[in-house]
């Protein structure tokens, strides 16, 4: 256990221009680390068409220690991956052993039960060169006679797909309620079928005694942006007042500390609050649900985004931490502050961005979870579209197809005060430098519907002044 804790708690940021030097000092004094990326090397979750929809399907169960107490252990695995390379083996563990904690995050006092509603979370982890595996699951009681407790399917996946991964793990219990054997071969199904470019379906073929072969459809969205998540659950938490305040702690890279008791409600509205920084990418510590060994993360002077369940509110509290922003999301309101969030943001796009959740919510029309998406993306794309949409015209190019990026004329060619203020202190950020490394790297915008959205943007400005 100690050596997991270790290993969650060096730093899981991934390395800006600003920090490369830093983590290469780091990885150098502590070899046990998972292996190392480039510095700067944009890597975090795969969205591409054609690979594995996953690497493993795991059954972690709770074992009866001598204590009395209830460990989280792995008690199936698919596949069985054989001939790894000592580093590939090495990596393997490190991940199996990981895997347990963040199944079963609320502590060892467990008791069977005869009735167990099933939820559904995901969990995050990262490497140190900013590659993330995500973890989706599904906890439920096997069916059964008597008292039995609670078991969780997980499926460990590079690619960032809520909705798409909640329908395989309704067919995952579906077949558990049958039979473990009949699982196996829907996920080899699974495997080997590959995974679908936006708004393509894959079908899969399954068999199920007693009702023959299922065609099964899995559907990925078209906006591959949006497509893990859900806005909905944060705005039915929180109103948009308090959203922009953690927007804006967000985007200034601060410690975001998010408190509820379902595991599925802190998984939902972390991936939610990660995903309004889009074309940007949260490039530092980031745990949606933090297991109960590890809560001493709060203390941790870098930026953290971790969500806790609320029966650890007073352990939290009580930790010598730096400055955060806690959010309350049973109550929808601000535990704790550093008190200036509400002026971060530029005042006029603050207003407009208000002015657009707020239409949102006083609609009566019944919206579908991807109307929602859309609606609520579109309003925070706009604000980086009119704060930094000019970024291409600022990288000057080099006979050799290198860029580089001139700053201070980028910033000199905004011209509001206000605006200006902000993005001098966002082009400071990790996930701006990230980001702006890779525009570097070619002419080619890195993020087409980012760049979609300038281009929309100036012809709309164009056609005013013309009118």
């Not at 008292?147 to 690619?159: A, H, K, M, T």
């Not at 609609?363 to 109307?371: A, K, R, W």
């Not at 579109?378 to 860029?403: C, D, L, P, T």
């Amino acid at each position: 256990m100690a050596s997991i804790g270790n290993f969650f708690r060096r730093s899981l940021r991934r390395s800006g221009r600003r920090e490369g030097k830093e983590e290469a000092s780091a990885a150098e004094n502590n070899p046990s680390r998972v292996p190392q990326g480039k510095p700067g090397e944009r890597s975090s979750v795969l969205y591409s068409a054609g690979q594995f929809f996953f690497e493993y399907l795991v059954v972690v169960s709770l074992k009866k220690m001598s204590d009395g107490r209830y460990e989280p252990k792995i008690t199936y695995q698919f596949p069985k991956r054989e001939n790894l390379l000592k580093g590939q083996k090495e990596e393997e563990e490190r991940l199996l052993q990981a895997i347990p904690l963040f199944c079963f995050p609320d502590g060892n006092n467990w008791a069977p039960v005869t009735e167990f509603t099933s939820e559904t979370f995901s969990f995050v982890l990262t490497n140190v060169d900013g590659s993330r595996k995500i973890g989706y699951c599904r906890r439920l009681l096997p069916s059964g006679r008597g008292v039995r407790l609670p078991e969780v399917f997980c499926i460990i996946s590079c690619l960032g797909c809520f909705g798409l991964f909640s329908k395989i793990l309704d067919e995952v219990e579906k077949r558990r309620q049958i039979s473990m054997a009949v699982i196996y071969p829907f996920m080899q199904g699974l495997r080997e079928s590959p995974f679908p470019a936006p708004g393509k379906t894959v079908t899969i073929k399954s068999f199920i005694p007693e009702s023959g072969t299922e065609l099964i459809e899995l559907t990925r969205p078209v906006d591959a942006h949006l497509e893990h998540v859900e806005f909905q659950a944060l705005l039915q938490r929180l109103s948009p007042h308090l959203i922009l305040h953690i927007f804006a702690s967000a985007v200034l890279e601060r410690r975001l500390i998010f408190l509820a008791e379902e595991l599925s409600v802190l998984s939902q509205c972390i991936h939610a609050v990660a995903a309004l920084l889009y074309p940007f990418t949260w490039a530092h510590t980031y745990i949606p649900v933090v297991p109960e060994c590890l809560l001493d993360t709060v203390c941790c002077p870098t930026p953290f985004m971790v969500g806790i369940q609320m029966r650890h509110l007073e352990r939290v509290l009580d930790q010598p931490m730096e400055e955060a922003l806690i959010v309350d999301l049973c109550e929808g309101k601000i535990l704790r502050a550093v008190g200036d969030e509400e002026e971060i943001l530029p005042i006029k796009l603050q207003n407009e961005m208000l002015t657009s959740l707020n239409r949102h919510n006083n609609n009566n029309n019944v919206q579908t979870s991807e109307q929602v998406n859309t609606l609520v993306s579109e309003a925070f794309v706009q604000f980086f579209v009119r704060m930094v949409g000019h970024y291409a015209s600022h990288i000057k190019w080099s006979k050799n197809g290198s860029g580089i990026f001139q700053e201070r004329a980028f910033c000199k060619a905004i011209t509001s005060k206000t605006n200006r203020k902000f993005v001098k202190k966002f082009v400071k950020t990790n996930m701006f430098s990230l980001f702006i490394e890779e525009a570097e790297k070619s002419r080619i915008p890195q993020e087409a519907y980012f760049q979609q959205k300038i281009t929309e943007y100036h012809e709309q400005k164009k056609h005013r002044r013309d009118s």
